[in-house]
Nanobody
């Protein structure tokens, strides 16, 4: 059974930094994308950042461009989300996700078939 396990969430002050990690097991780390999504109560889950595992291509939501960085460490089957200059509006549950097999980077919620349990990020003002 495929597993995605997030870690690194917590409470951080506005302007600070946090790094989320997502480690996968029983998942072929080849031609697929890994993504980070977030969700707040009453709102739909939204795309934050994605990375194509084969070539490292990335994509970001406009709201996090220039502040967040997604990266991969293939040898450890791990994907990271470095969050810098965080804002109170970044407060959410962050989910790691793996897409179905695809050579191209995908960023749509429906393209992702495997999900982690989520990790809470709270940014205090």
């Amino acid at each position: 059974q495929v597993q995605l396990v997030e870690s690194g969430g917590g409470v951080v002050q506005a302007g600070g930094s946090l790094r989320l990690s997502c480690t996968t097991s029983r998942l072929t780390f080849g031609n697929r994308s890994m993504g980070w999504f977030r969700q707040t109560p009453g709102k739909e889950r939204e795309f934050v950042a994605g990375i194509a595992l084969n070539d490292g291509g990335t994509s970001y939501a406009d709201s996090v461009k220039g502040r967040f960085t997604i990266s991969r460490e293939i040898a450890k089957n791990t994907v990271y989300l470095q969050m810098n200059m965080v804002k109170p509006e970044d407060t959410a549950v962050y989910y790691c996700a793996a897409s179905r097999i695809s050579r191209n980077l995908v960023i749509t919620l429906g393209d992702y078939g495997y999900w982690g349990q989520g990790t809470q990020v709270t940014v205090s003002s």
